[in-house]
Structure formats: C-alpha cells, structure tokens
C-alpha cells in the first residue's frame, strides 16, 4: 500500500498539473472507488461538473483536492490505486475506473483514477476544503510542520504496546506504514516489540528523526515501487526499493553487521529486522503473588 512518500509524489504531482483546473465533465467507469459518496456514481460525477479544483493537499495516507465551492474530493489509494494526468487521446488504462475530463488550466488534459484491485476510492466530501471531516481523527505526520514531537514521545511512553504497532497507528502518527516502520526501526536499532514505556524520550525522538529521514529520502526519490501497481501521475515508478536495509531483504546480510535480516509474520503483513542489531526484548518480569498470612 503506498505510503507517506508516495502519496506525497502523487500529491505534488496534481499540484502542479491540476490545480486551477475546470471539471468539464465526469465518467464513473466502475461504481465501486466511488461507493462511499451517498449520491451514488450519477450523483457524483453531477455534483464535480463545472467546479474547480483549488488545490491538492494530504493527510497521512489521504489526498483531497479543495473545490470552489469549499467541498473537496477526497481519494485514498488504497492498494493500487492511480491518479494519472493523461492527454484524452491516451489509451484507457486496462483498470480505468473514473475519468476527469479537464478544462482551464489543465486545457487537454484528463485526471484518470486507475485501480486494479479496488480497494481504493473517492468520495466528494462536503465543506472539506481545509479538511474533510471523514479523516480528521487522523494524526499529522512527521513531516507537518505543526506534528508536536514531544506529544508523540509522551503517547508512545505511556502505552505497553510494541513500537511498531505504535508507528502504524494512525491515530497516532500517520502515513507511516510497514515499510517505512521497519527501515526506521533498522536505523535506530529497535526491535518491533519494544514495549512502549520500555522506551526513553531520547530513543523515541530518534526514532521519530529516522522516520523523518528515512521517508524525506523516499520522497527525493519518487517512493518506492515493488511493481508496476504505484506510479506518480506521469506513470512514472519510484525506486527507493534499492535503499531499503530491512523492509523485503530477508536472509541477506544486514548492511551494518552481515547478519541475515530475518522475516517474521506480524498483524497479517511481515516485520523485517537484523536480530542482531535489533534483539527483542526481554520478558517482563512476572511479580510473585504474596503468601497468605499464616494462621498459627
């Protein structure tokens, strides 16, 4: 599933070439990706036609354009969701879901959604413009300006839950996802299941700082493209894959110790880490129950 860095790719890339835009006309291909507006396919492509799209902002995982009239349409991607910029002449994608037809600033141009498996999709969502109320339990991300660090490192302490279990809820932090939590678990040497308030302040800081770095270096290199299913608008795939030290590399060798990186199942998905630089931890101490009190 495309992450921060991804969707960021994706984000700026319909800033540049949308933005400004006149919806001429909508086509739902498929009715599914728009399934969670209650207008349904006709009632969404009827209320888009003639609005502006203003701008192309992001939360976590979420994109959202603003409208004109202060609604937004809201899109996630899900797992192999698109937004593409295509001149009408292209040929329709195999798994074209939703075609914008554009005017004004993107004369000639179409916004396509492509979604090969669909569980992606996008909504209209009413006064979203500054933020759609649909995703704002959402936490901000490391990469916003206004993400209190100390907050975050106080929340993580408090709890007994693994850290990682902890990167990826996005109450809590948002667009950090299995990827990107495992190569800043590598480089901060910590173990997945490290017990929240097992943690220093200082070492969930550093963590926080290697999420940061490790998702700016994926975003200056387009994100991270394991196969065709992510691209930017311009189709273009992404190659942080070939940076990876932890994430999809098991059974090489660790790139700081040599030892094999190793691979187990975790919430449905996988955890990559080296079990050397990264031991897990150690049991909790089970406190005794006290003896009863003696009678005689």
Same mark, same amino acid.
């Given at each position: ?5 991804? !969707?960021?790719? !994706? ?7 949308? !933005?400004?835009?006149?919806? %001429? ?10 399934? %969670? ?24 995982? &979420? ?9 937004? !349409? ?42 090969? %498996? ?111 299913? &992510? ?7 992404? &190659? ?6 932890? &994430? ?49």
């Amino acid at each position: 599933m495309p992450e921060l860095p991804e !969707v960021e790719v !994706v984000r700026a890339g319909l800033e540049r070439h949308v !933005v400004g835009a006149r919806i %001429r006309a909508v086509e739902v291909l498929h009715e599914r990706p728009v399934r %969670r507006d209650p207008r349904g396919a006709a009632g969404f492509a009827a209320a888009l036609t003639g609005r502006t799209l203003v701008a192309a902002r992001r939360r976590g995982k &979420y994109l959202w354009l603003p409208l004109d009239d202060g609604d937004a !349409v809201l899109a996630h991607l899900g797992m192999s969701g698109q937004l593409l910029v295509q001149p009408p002449q292209a040929p329709a994608e195999r798994h074209l879901r939703v075609r914008f037809v554009l005017d004004g600033a993107a004369e000639g141009r179409e916004l396509r959604f492509v979604d090969q %498996r669909m569980f992606g999709g996008l909504a209209i969502s009413p006064g979203g413009a500054e933020l759609p109320g649909e995703i704002a339990h959402i936490a901000r991300d490391p990469l916003d300006p206004l993400f209190d660090d100390d907050a975050f490192a106080a929340r993580v302490r408090r709890r007994t839950s693994g850290i990682k279990r902890q990167l990826l809820d996005q109450t809590l932090i948002s667009g950090v996802g299995n990827i990107y939590a495992d190569e800043a678990l590598w480089r901060a040497r910590l173990h997945g299941e490290r017990p929240g308030d097992r943690l220093t302040r200082g070492q969930v800081l550093e963590l926080l700082g290697h999420a940061r770095d490790v998702m700016t270096d994926a975003l200056a290199q387009g994100g991270t493209s394991f196969d065709a299913l &992510y691209v930017n608008v311009n189709g273009e795939s992404g &190659y942080f894959d070939r940076s990876l030290h932890a &994430y999809g590399q098991a059974d090489r060798p660790c790139d700081r110790c040599s030892t094999p990186i190793r691979r187990v199942a975790f919430m449905n998905r996988s955890s990559y880490f080296c079990p050397a630089c990264q031991p897990p931890p150690r049991a909790r101490r089970r406190t005794a129950a006290p003896r009863p009190a003696s009678r005689g």
